[in-house]
């Protein structure tokens, strides 16, 4: 099985600080590696695929990069609205998904 | 517009049974992959189980043997029969489309139903 870490847990910004979560995968997964944003009360959206990837009405200051064992999410220039939960989900290991631990936001 | 909306959570002692739905709408389920994942209270994203577009159905070893996913196509609705539970699969539930095609990420997700297991 492959684990995904995050680090790290928590994070407490200021607005318009940049922010960057890790995901380390246990074992080599290309590119497919995959980011979510979850809101309190919300379920999960989609905010990167495939590393690096945008996806469509995504504001652009969240970006990806990594590739293998290493990915980052970053999100410049933080707004209060980007407090939220942050997973990534790797899809190497189909039809297995597995999730990172998740990395909370909160704004300072 | 894509959407899905789960029903069917609610309170069970442990040992029993519940079927939840996901009723889909703006695309056709059998052509999808379809996904279970849960959210245990304050604790992160658990995959539960999968059935792919061709009819294969796979599950996390937790669920394995207890839970069922299915779909009606006539309804466009999927379903996760739960037998046998226990208080450690209580937790919020979310079905979600993973992506077409690549069956990669999971592009859209439902708003979840509570599941609560306890006597």
């Known amino acids: 099985e492959i684990v995904l870490t995050q680090s790290p847990d928590f994070q407490s910004v200021t607005p318009k600080e940049k922010v960057t979560i890790t995901c380390r995968a246990s074992q080599s997964i290309g590119s497919s590696l995959h980011w979510y944003q979850q809101k309190p009360d919300q379920s999960p959206k989609l905010l990167i695929k495939?590393?690096?990837q945008s996806i469509s009405g995504v504001p652009s200051r969240f970006s990806g990069s990594g590739s293998g064992t290493d990915f980052t999410l970053t999100i410049n220039s933080l707004e209060a609205e980007d407090a939220a939960t942050y997973y990534c989900h790797q899809s190497s290991s189909l039809p297995q998904l597995t999730f990172g631990g998740g990395t909370k936001v909160e704004i300072k | 517009e894509v959407q899905l909306v789960e029903s069917g959570g609610g309170l069970v002692q442990p040992g029993g049974s519940l079927r939840l739905s996901c009723a889909a709408s703006?695309?056709?389920?059998?052509?999808?992959?379809m996904s279970w994942v849960r959210q245990a209270p304050g604790k992160g994203l658990e995959w539960v189980s999968v059935?792919?577009?061709?009819?294969?159905?796979y599950y996390a070893d937790s669920v394995k043997g207890r839970f069922t996913i299915s779909r009606d196509n006539s309804k466009n609705t999927l379903y996760l029969q739960m037998n046998s539970l226990r208080a450690e699969d209580t937790a919020v539930y979310y079905c979600?489309?993973?992506?077409?095609?690549?069956?990669?990420?999971?592009?859209?997700w439902g708003q979840g139903t509570l599941v609560t297991v306890s006597s």
């Open positions: 495939y590393a690096s």
């Open positions: 979600a489309r993973l992506a077409y095609l690549s069956g990669s990420y999971l592009d859209y």
């Open positions: 059935i792919y577009s061709g009819g294969s159905t």
């Open positions: 703006g695309f056709t389920v059998s052509s999808n992959y």
